[in-house]
Nanobody, 128 residues
C-alpha cells in the first residue's frame, strides 16, 4: 500500500524560498505519478506540479512555472518541491499524492481521482 508523508512547510516572507519533501513508501514500481497540490482557505484544491518519475517529466501550473522546481532522490524515496520567489498567493496547505502509473498520459494531467495515496499536508505561509 502506497503511503506518502510531507514535510518542510513553514512561514516565510515574500520573495523567500522553502523546500517541501514527500517521502513515499509501499510501492515497487519505477513508474510513479507524483503530484503536488495545494489548497488555500476557501478555495478548491489545485494542482501545482505533477511528476512522472519514469521519464522525469513535470507538468506545471502556470502560476508557479519558473519559480518552483521538482526533483527526486531515489535512494531516499523522496520527491522535493523547491519553491523560490514565494508570493503571498502561494500561501496554502500543500499536499503530496502518489500513484503507480504505467503511462505518462495517465499521469501528466490535473485529475486528482487516480491517486492512491495522499499525505496529511504541510502548511506554507507567505507574508508580505
Amino acid at each position: 500500500q502506497v503511503q506518502v508523508v510531507e514535510s518542510g512547510g513553514g512561514s516565510v516572507q515574500a520573495g523567500g524560498s522553502l523546500r517541501l519533501a514527500c517521502v513515499v513508501s509501499g510501492y515497487t514500481s519505477s513508474r510513479m505519478c507524483m503530484g503536488w497540490f495545494r489548497q488555500a482557505p476557501g478555495k478548491e484544491r489545485e494542482g501545482v506540479a505533477i511528476l512522472y518519475t519514469y521519464t522525469n517529466i513535470t507538468l506545471w501550473a502556470n502560476s508557479v512555472k519558473g519559480r518552483f522546481t521538482v526533483s527526486q532522490d531515489n535512494a531516499k524515496n523522496t520527491i522535493y518541491l523547491q519553491m523560490h520567489s514565494l508570493e503571498t498567493e502561494d500561501t496554502a496547505m500543500y499536499y503530496c499524492a502518489a500513484a503507480e502509473s504505467r503511462r505518462s498520459g495517465t499521469c501528466l494531467n490535473w485529475d486528482r481521482n487516480h491517486y492512491a495515496a495522499w499525505g496529511q499536508g504541510t502548511q506554507v505561509t507567505v507574508s508580505s
